[in-house]
Antibody
């Protein structure tokens, strides 16, 4: 069974860059037809899709975040990563990584990132 | 952008009762809809994909239906572990975009 685990700083200063990594275990990130996505959820609110990457490196982003987001993949480490630039308090959320074969079937446990000085 | 609307926002029911949750899309999405269950402190769990296909391990008391713009998630008889927030989610292939509904909270009456 595929497992995903987010890692990265839990506190980021305003205007800086949020960086998270998702490590995939139990399967190769290069196998199959999976997309690898990032989704976030502010406390007490709903889910927002940030973007995704395919094993080829092809990416798609939510238009509302596109100008600030970069998702990359490192197949040698079985990891994919998220960078979100120029963060503000509005970017404070639990960030999930998830695998998508059509829909999100496997999720990480989530990583809380707080934007604060 | 396709907008998903869920109703009601909150559903207060007792164990054993039937729950009916609605998800409406702002334009037709065929059957490209999923339902997720989220409990406090946990990641969402996939319940249904392509509107009516039950995901692995999901009990038969859950059912999903609909196509086009109107979708329904039904829980035939609520168990204590079913009290949670439920989200619908749609996907479009081009341009690639994924959106979630705002969620329906099913709480204990």
């Amino acid at each position: 069974q595929v497992q995903l685990q987010e890692s990265g700083p839990g506190l980021v200063k305003p205007s800086q860059t949020l960086s998270l990594t998702c490590t995939v275990s139990g399967g190769s990130i290069s196998s199959g037809s999976y997309y690898w996505s990032w989704i976030r959820q502010p406390a007490g609110k709903g889910l927002e899709w940030i973007g995704r990457i395919y094993t080829s490196g092809s990416t798609s982003y939510n238009p509302s975040l596109k100008s600030r987001v970069t998702i990359s993949i490192d197949t040698s480490k079985n990891q994919f990563s998220l960078k979100l630039t120029s963060v503000t308090a509005a970017d404070t959320a639990v960030y999930y990584c998830a695998s998508q074969l059509g829909y999100f079937d496997y999720w990480g446990q989530g990583a809380l990132v707080t934007v604060s000085s | 952008e396709i907008v998903l609307t869920q109703s009601p926002a909150t559903l207060s029911l007792s164990p054993g009762e039937r729950a009916t949750l609605s998800c409406r899309a702002s334009q037709s999405i065929s059957n490209y809809l999923a339902w997720y269950q989220q409990k406090p402190g946990q990641a969402p769990r996939l319940l249904f994909y392509d509107a009516s296909n039950r995901a692995t391990g999901i009990p038969a008391r859950f059912s999903g239906s609909g196509s086009g713009t109107d979708f329904t998630l039904t829980i035939s008889s609520l168990e204590p572990e079913d009290f949670a927030v439920y989200y619908c989610q749609q996907r479009t292939n081009w341009p690639p975009m994924i959106t979630f509904g705002p969620g329906t909270k099913v709480d204990i009456k």
